[in-house]
């Protein structure tokens, strides 16, 4: 929808036109929702109002009858008033001795030309508008110039890693058709140019800059894809040291771990922010590689981050290719901004997600995914009327794959009531769980204490639940445990919370493995986190496995499963196959390929296919899980009373264990606060 001049909008607040304004003076002027205040309309926006006050043209606009609806924008939305070029998306792989040695060069550029073929495409092209470039690193940079006029590709170097420029423009940046000529010559060429050099050390930060400097020199937004593999010891810019210490584990000094080492880390974060630039990180470390440091540019640009620690081709690389062409397949928008405006009474104060701030309004985002997700509390904090609503709209202006600049706006209008129990039965209690799980991460990493977490989940569920009880619930006996129906798996999920090994201390979980899953907690769906916060566990056993669908799933403990079969659990990043210790041979022989369970390979990574309907039946349940997933799942067995054991237990969320209480002991301290509290 493209309206002349760009989008009406309120003359004081500046919120834009929705279905919830109200015409006035025949049509000339309109009474916006937030503010209260008059705008006038101009002459071609003007239409004559119904016996009603209603526009006649309202049921042909969107905006005047749509919750949610786009614009097309002018270059007033633009940087620099000029329309944006299309996205263009730059590959930048470590060619370091650590990066041949786990064959994830070799990986890449033998299956790249190929992933390239599923760039995203907008409704109704025929061909992406995304174009590609490519750079190697070690302890130099290297460009590649694909101009298809060229013999070959021709590789620049640049050695001084204290200015990072761009030596070739044209060339650089080409359509998938253009790369073609040269592209598999290039992916040959990477190897051999390179893996005779054998350089330990490689820098990163350099080539993130460089990637950016390219996508804004075109100005195009973008993506820079990092395939990355040890800590960036090298001389330059981002320069790091080897700080972890699982000393300070449940320290007040845990948190200094969990951000960056070096805050050029967040400077250049926000450089490819200004520049529509978005950082996407494919990790594959043997050792420590301080993800709070260098995926903090992943985390500020909006960007994922994906690891395969101790990264070895011929049992991870089928995974790494198809979470890259999953990755690279994914639609996406650029260069985003989000604000979101509300009438008085009530207004936005607590933000989490991946992006950047630098104001108190307005959320910058440098790519945003179709499973992007961010949360905004809203405080009320001035008198509502029950007579009228509580007005909400979002406004998101981003830049599309083909350089279009749009604003896409959402609007609500909630009741007002003074009654705690309309409150709690309106309640969702997916969405509450959702932005306790980001706001208490996010806290985590802004130096509060896991203790003192626990105590603010734990005060803060209470208090809700006591509240509930005191105002809404009928009176019953003290010794009654009384929840909300809409909240009555609030203590459970607040439980798993702790649990989580985001939050929870633990020396099992390294603190690169730690700042990842924050990472990822902070842009999850509410389903995800859902899912995350308290895995499903399948019964495999082939008396429950059924023909079609998925089998039964049994609560998260290990009192629930059985020595004499098998159970599939799943969370949404990690699959784990538990194999009982008298799991029967037959069982064993259809799935396994073994008839003994100490033949069982736990670092096979995937089920080799057999000819028999159990084989056939639990694949297929394997491939419906991963379908419905953001990356390829890596299937991890566990032998009952193995020494890897523990890894499974650690997410059977409703066990005891050594840092905390089982659920049951869990929901029981919670009844004794609410208990403390109403006395």
């Not at 509450?432 to 603010?456: D, I, M, P, R, W």
Request: net charge neutral.
């Amino acid at each position: 929808m493209s309206v002349l001049g760009g989008p009406l909008r309120c003359r004081r607040c500046k919120a834009y036109i929705n279905p919830n304004v109200k015409f006035v003076d025949g049509g000339r002027k309109f009474i916006c929702n937030l503010c209260c205040v008059d705008t006038e309309v101009p002459p071609e926006y003007f239409c004559n109002l119904d016996h009603t006050g209603r526009r006649a043209d309202t049921a042909e606009r969107p905006e005047l009858s749509r919750g949610s609806y786009e614009f097309l924008t002018t270059t007033d939305y633009c940087k620099g008033s000029t329309f944006p070029q299309s996205a263009a998306y730059i590959f930048v792989i470590d060619v370091s001795y650590a990066s041949f040695q786990s064959g994830m060069v070799q990986t890449l550029t033998s299956n790249i030309a190929a992933v390239l073929n599923n760039l995203p495409k907008e409704e109704g092209q025929e061909k992406s508008p995304i174009r590609v470039g490519f750079v190697t690193y070690n302890t130099q940079l290297h460009f590649y110039n694909l101009k298809p006029s060229l013999a070959q590709p021709a590789m620049l170097v640049q050695p001084d890693m204290s200015e990072v420029f761009v030596p070739v423009v044209d060339g650089f940046l080409v359509t998938v058709e253009e790369a073609q000529t040269h592209l598999k010559t290039l992916m040959d060429l990477i190897p051999a140019l390179h893996s005779q050099e054998k350089k330990a050390e490689s820098v990163m930060l350099p080539a993130i800059q460089a990637g950016c400097a390219a996508l804004k020199a075109a100005n195009r937004p973008g993506k820079v894809i990092m395939f990355h593999s040890s800590l960036p010891v090298a001389a330059g810019p981002g320069q790091l040291k080897n700080r972890e210490d699982k000393k300070l584990l449940n320290t007040d000094k845990e948190a200094t771990l969990l951000v960056p080492a070096d805050p050029i880390f967040e400077k250049v974060a926000r450089e490819c922010v200004d520049a529509g630039v978005g950082v996407d990180m494919f990790l594959f470390p043997h050792a420590y590689i301080d993800v709070a440091s260098v995926g903090k540019i992943a985390t500020v640009t909006g960007g994922v981050i994906q690891r395969y620690p101790m990264f070895r081709a011929d049992v991870d690389g089928e995974r790494l290719i198809q979470d890259l062409a999953m990755h690279i397949a994914e639609p996406c928008v650029f260069d985003a901004v989000l604000r979101m405006r509300t009438n008085a009474g009530v207004r936005p104060v607590e933000f989490c997600g991946n992006f950047m701030m630098q104001n108190a309004t307005d959320m910058e985002i440098a790519v945003l995914k179709p499973n992007s997700c961010v949360t905004i509390e809203i405080k009320h904090d001035d008198k509502l009327s029950e007579d009228f609503q509580a007005y909400v709209q979002v406004a998101l202006l981003y830049t599309s794959m083909s350089g279009v600049r749009k604003l896409r706006l959402h609007n609500l209008a909630l009741p007002v009531s003074s009654n705690l129990a309309d409150l709690y039965k309106s309640c969702d209690m997916d969405t509450v769980v959702n932005s306790l799980t980001k706001e208490f991460g996010k806290a985590l990493v802004a130096s509060h204490s896991y203790k003192n977490l626990k105590e603010q989940l734990l005060q803060r569920v209470s208090n809700s639940l006591a509240c509930y009880r005191q105002n809404c619930a009928a009176p019953s006996q003290p010794g009654q445990l009384i929840l909300p129906e809409t909240l009555k798996l609030l203590p459970l999920y607040s439980h798993c919370l702790l649990r989580s090994p985001a939050l929870m201390p633990s020396v099992e979980v390294s603190f690169d493995e730690k700042s990842n899953l924050l990472q990822r907690l902070a842009m999850m769906t509410v389903e995800e986190t859902e899912l995350f916060l308290y895995p499903r566990l399948y019964n495999l056993n082939t008396s429950t496995l059924g023909n079609e669908g998925m089998p039964p799933i049994i609560r998260s403990s290990y009192d629930r499963i059985r020595e004499s079969g098998a159970h599939l659990l799943d969370n949404g990043l990690v699959l784990i196959l538990w194999v009982g210790a008298n799991t029967p041979s037959k069982w064993l022989q259809e799935v396994m390929g073994v008839t003994v369970l100490d033949q069982v390979d736990p670092t096979v990574g995937n089920l080799q296919p057999f000819d028999n309907p159990t084989s056939i039946r639990i694949r297929g349940i394997i491939d419906d899980i991963r379908a419905k997933r953001k990356q390829h799942l890596r299937l991890n067995v566990v032998r009952q009373k193995d020494k890897t054991e523990h890894i499974f237990m650690q997410f059977l969320v409703e066990d005891k264990t050594e840092q905390g209480m089982n659920y049951t002991d869990f929901l029981c301290s919670i009844h004794r606060e609410i208990r403390n509290i109403l006395s």
